[in-house]
């Protein structure tokens, strides 16, 4: 070893990639080897899978993107011919011992000055598209043949850099890491977690305490390197949260959602340099709790749910090239999905006057609903276009032989979806995307109209519970000017929008969270909505307090009952919540085929009600008869 070298310069990056585009993700990387080069990084860290994108489902087992992958790992071994600086990167490999391309690797590639290094398989353990436990499956490997030559394929390894020999592991969530803090002492070593984990409401603090703890405990130095901007956005979003610690100390981290790069010098003798931290997060709060709205209590930093949101839809709007297309209300669901919509058009630098807004009066809406929609829409810049629906829907009901005067679910219903049919149609106009405003707990209970509200092509809002949508108005609310652009904090190469009306989008804030929350399908009585939704389907605050206990800590129907009345001694009775629970069962098991053709929307708190990978797994016609029996036996 070299002892007049004793330091380090380490860097963690996320390219902005394309799925399945091999070649365009390798120029993105090549990008970042030359920043590295340029800033003498001895080692560069990549996010997991990064050659070809973390999402890519069922396409990971398809030779064509194996080969693409491996041709696009080929260019990055060629570019860095001229360069000193060590990378690691991620693409899947398939077994060449059985010649399968089913059996395939989720692989860590190692390579420096045009030579690969070593191939280390990750476990994947939440990917049914690579083999769970590759350090048992390999073991007999030990190297696979690449492009004539025998490569290293073992978990962990040493590697020569800058006068250091380096232990470089992948954690395995399933035999954890192989080594003790006295090997980690010993021998310098650095924990690389390549990673693609989606952001949800805590990830952020949640990534950090792990730094801190693995570093700690085993005296080294941990690096994340994590998945961002163009990973696909069906059920999640990707931050690029990277971040590097040394024993227990966080050095350096990328603000999530923003520009993805790192940067840390380190030396293996005890001691660190830190440069300057331009990006420290703070973590706030404590341990979790149950408490009367855990999902709030979840959001410590509301910034990260609005962004999450933004951040998904930007990304699928700029997939798509379309525009955004959302209804409004004056109610408090699309008053959220507007307020993330104008973040998103801030993360991809567009004027907000792009967005069409439609609001779309009818017999149940009434004048301060109606003022709310316009007054919300001018105080935010975005031209709000007026659609009266009386006529059409009267015409409809006719068609369909409807009794007139009868205000039953038809009449309801009817409404709903001329709403959604009217929103694809001006979709269509303007080459659009409609914006779903429907919340969490909407589509928990089943309370929305099948193929109306219902129906979406990015839904904003599935993955906020109703009683995080508050709290996140709220939260605009009191600072509108502060709060509602993103830009201080997450923009890193678009200019700021011009500013808002501040002082009207306060005021009509307030005004749409003082509203009572309802669907106004009826007509109005002396101009006043005629239905409560909470009067009907019951208190939001308890069915985010059921479906978190339900869904998230599967309690028993006897357990949430003695938890609920313990946190809400002193708002509702304990008949109150015996009632509306049974009320949350009975809809929670019947309405589960709306939500299981959910549109796509990103995950914000720790559960997502998404049919598919990682989300609610749960049969439609499943029966709740167990879960009603055990409540007949409580006593209120």
């Known amino acids: 070893m070299n002892k007049n070298v004793n330091k380090l310069r380490v860097a963690v990056a996320t390219p902005e990639i394309k799925v399945a585009n091999c070649q365009h993700n390798a120029a993105q990387i090549i990008k ?43 260019k990055l071994v060629e570019a860095s011919k001229n360069k000193n600086v060590m990378v690691v990167v991620g693409l899947p490999i398939s077994s060449t011992t059985t010649g399968n391309n089913y059996e395939v690797y989720n692989t860590v590639a ?35 043949l690449w492009e004539g030559g025998k490569i290293p394929f073992t978990a962990n390894q040493i590697f020569a850099i800058n006068g250091w020999k380096l232990n470089i592991y992948c954690p395995n969530p399933i035999h954890g890491l192989g080594f003790s803090a006295t090997h980690a002492v010993e021998n310098p070593t650095i924990i690389v977690n390549p990673s693609a984990s989606p952001a ?50 966080i050095l350096q981290e990328s603000q999530p959602f923003g520009g993805g790069w790192a940067m840390a010098e ?108 316009h007054l ?25 032989s409807h009794p007139e005067g009868v205000y039953d679910i038809v009449f309801e219903n009817s409404q709903a979806r001329m709403r959604t049919y009217i929103l694809m149609d001006v979709a269509n106009q303007v080459n659009g995307l409609v914006v779903g405003t429907g919340s969490l707990s909407e589509l928990a209970l089943g309370w929305a109209t099948y193929n109306g509200d219902h129906m979406s092509m990015y839904a904003v809002n599935s993955g906020v519970p109703k009683t995080l949508v508050r709290h996140l108005v709220e939260y605009v609310a009191e600072d509108p000017q502060q709060r509602l652009l993103p830009c201080a904090k997450i923009l890193h190469k678009y200019e700021t929008p011009k500013p808002m009306a501040s002082v009207e989008l306060k005021k009509v804030l307030e005004s749409i969270l003082a509203t009572k929350v309802s669907p106004e399908l009826l007509p109005t009585l002396n101009g006043e909505t005629t239905q409560i939704t909470e009067d009907v389907v019951g208190p939001y605050e308890l069915h985010d307090f059921f479906i978190f206990c339900h869904v998230q800590m599967c309690y028993r129907p006897a357990n949430i009952f003695a938890l609920a009345k313990t946190a809400f001694a002193e708002k509702y009775t304990a008949e109150e919540i015996l009632h509306w629970l049974k009320t949350f069962y009975r809809r929670f098991f019947s309405q589960q085929f709306k939500r299981n053709c959910l549109p796509d929307g990103p995950q914000v708190v720790s559960i997502s009600l998404s049919p598919r990978s990682g989300g609610l797994d749960m049969p439609s016609d499943a029966y709740v008869d167990e879960w009603l029996a055990e409540l007949d036996g409580v006593t209120p």
């Open 32 to 74: 970042l080897m030359e920043k590295a080069e340029v800033n003498q990084v001895h080692l560069l860290f990549l996010p997991e899978l990064c050659i070809t994108g973390s999402t890519c489902g069922g396409l990971f087992r398809h030779p064509t993107l194996q080969n693409s992958a491996k041709e696009a790992l080929n």
């Open 110 to 144: 190692v390579f420096k000055q045009g030579q690969i290094l070593g191939f280390m398989p990750k476990p994947s353990v939440h990917n049914s598209h690579f083999i769970c436990n590759p350090e048992v499956e390999a073991s007999s490997m030990r190297s696979i």
């Open 200 to 249: 949800f409401a805590g990830s952020t603090k949640q990534r950090r305490q792990t730094a801190e703890e693995l570093s700690a405990k085993y005296q080294c130095v941990y690096v994340e390197a994590n998945a961002g901007w163009g990973e696909s956005t069906t059920d999640h979003a990707f931050s690029g949260h990277n971040i590097i610690a040394n024993k227990g100390e």
């Open 266 to 373: 380190i030396t293996f003798n005890h001691t660190a340099t830190n440069p300057p931290k331009q990006n420290n997060i703070p973590t706030g709060g404590t341990s979790p709790t149950l408490t009367q709205h855990p999902f709030v209590y979840q959001c410590q930093d509301p910034e990260e749910a609005l962004n999450i949101q933004a951040a998904g839809l930007a990304s699928r709007l700029k997939h798509t090239g379309s525009s955004a297309v959302i209804g409004i209300s004056g109610g408090l669901d699309s008053c959220l999905a507007l307020l993330v919509t104008i973040r998103a058009y801030a993360l991809m630098g567009k004027p907000v006057s792009e967005i069409h807004a439609v609001t779309m009066p009818c017999f149940g809406t009434t004048q301060r609903t109606k003022s709310n929609a």
């Open 376 to 400: 919300l829409c001018k105080a935010l810049g975005v031209h709000c276009r007026e659609i009266d629906i009386h006529s059409s829907v009267t015409k409809h009901l006719k068609d369909i």
